[in-house]
């Protein structure tokens, strides 16, 4: 075929040129459309994962191009010893469609929330000195991957190889109140936690546990970070996850989504703790560029117009409710959890094998916390898309069982 892109040649150079540090299916897209996405073999699959929660408004979105499009031809970076339109536009639509802050604006996730445990123990130092700076994390939580935040995060394989560490950071047990009392100290100066818990297999905070860790840290002047990274932008059927629960952070971290796929991380804090940054306390040099702050103006806008999040509660009850009809017919189905387009369906058996088999029926789709199929397509996403999967999934488990 003229000008057919030999698939083995990019894995083999691919192999020899790139860090092995994931493990990646034999196969490369070239291009994508809606929620459908399209490999060099012509190939189509229905995008269930959309690039990690990234691709809110799934491929190929007109607004969001001609945005990229358009800033691109003007300007792609310039320095923060300058005032940012784009920037300060998108921090604004943050702000009003959160809480009273301020933002600053980093290039990813882990970034995010190194930015926000940085804000709060600069807040706390200013206060009351050097000692209050531990941070909380939850068990089951994932922050990142850089040194601060893998800290934050609870899985020790990640860790492992990767000492020393830095200090100041500890667990509670997820939706375990006592536990969370017996780790709160004077020295404490945040929490973080993720409203659903994502890479630790969609696990949702209870209400009433969050609620009584935001009144304990406002008795011990403690400050609430929301890690919205992958609970944000729509995705659980609100803006932020935050908001299904009475409680409003100190804090919060955004990501994935906010640019529909630029590279871009968020910290957004209330006036009070984001003045504890003054000029030359942090910084990034790509943080905040032109171009994917024009990406997420486009994003958010585009998520607050065609209500997205409305979509996605909507669309996410349909999509529950045909999970539960699963687990009541097949018995490697143990549990469905989530809300909204974030959706996990718990399994007695290793993930794996049903992510490849779904990948070979043309279905995007991945397995977190070994035994958990996590769904997170774009918000756009329709009930027909999702009645296909539930067929091949039926088809899926229905072989397993047999063959068990
Ligand atoms: C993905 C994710 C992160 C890390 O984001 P990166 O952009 O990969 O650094 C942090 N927290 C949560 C909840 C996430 O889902």
Redesign the pocket.
């Known amino acids: 075929m003229k000008g057919a892109v030999n698939i083995q040649n990019i894995i083999d150079e691919g192999q020899k040129y790139l860090m092995s540090n994931y493990g990646r299916f034999p196969i490369s897209f070239s291009h994508g459309e809606g929620c459908r996405v399209y490999d060099y073999n012509q190939r189509e699959y229905i995008d269930f994962l959309g690039g990690?929660?990234v691709n809110i408004l799934g491929y190929n979105n007109k607004k969001l191009n001609d945005a990229i499009a358009t800033q691109s031809q003007k300007l792609i970076h310039i320095s923060n010893y300058f005032w940012i339109d784009t920037q300060v536009k998108l921090a604004k639509l943050l702000v009003e469609n959160s809480f009273d802050g301020k933002a600053f604006f980093c290039n990813?996730?882990?970034?995010?929330?190194e930015g926000a445990v940085k804000l709060a123990r600069k807040y706390a130092y200013r206060k009351y000195g050097i000692q209050k700076n531990e941070v909380i994390a939850m068990t089951g939580s994932?922050?990142?991957?850089?040194l601060a935040?893998l800290n934050l995060t609870d899985n020790p394989k990640y860790k492992e190889g990767f000492g020393p560490h830095p200090e100041g950071f500890k667990f509670a047990k997820f939706n375990d109140i006592d536990s969370f009392k017996q780790v709160l100290t004077k020295n404490t100066c945040a929490v973080i936690f993720?409203p659903i818990?994502?890479?630790g297999g969609i696990t949702p905070i209870d209400s009433d546990f969050i609620k009584k860790v935001s009144e304990l840290c406002k008795q011990n002047d403690v400050l609430l970070i929301a890690?919205e990274?992958?609970?944000g932008m729509g995705r659980t059927g609100k803006l932020f996850g935050y908001q299904h629960h009475d409680i409003t952070p100190d804090i919060m971290?955004v990501?994935?989504g906010l640019a529909g796929g630029c590279a871009i991380?968020a910290v957004i804090a209330k006036v009070e703790v984001a003045d504890a940054f003054q000029s030359g306390d942090h910084g990034s040099t790509f943080g905040g560029n032109p171009l994917a702050c024009a990406a997420g103006v486009a994003t958010l806008e585009t998520i607050l117009d065609d209500e997205l999040a409305e979509n996605a509660e909507k669309i996410g009850e349909y999509f529950k409710l045909k999970l539960q009809y699963l687990s009541q017919k097949y018995s490697v189905v143990k549990a469905v959890r989530g809300h909204g387009l974030m959706l996990g369906l718990e399994l007695s058996i290793p993930g794996a094998a049903v992510v490849q088999k779904a990948l070979y029926k043309g279905f995007l789709i991945n397995c977190t916390a070994t035994n958990v199929l996590r769904f997170i397509p774009p918000l756009i996403i329709g009930t027909s898309e999702i009645d296909l999967l539930i067929e091949i999934l039926s088809e899926i488990f229905e072989e397993l069982e047999l063959a068990a």
Do not use: L, M, P, Y
């Open positions: 990690v929660a990813s996730g882990a970034e995010a929330n994932f922050h990142g991957r850089t935040t993720e818990q994502g890479e890690d990274i992958q609970t971290t990501a994935k991380g």
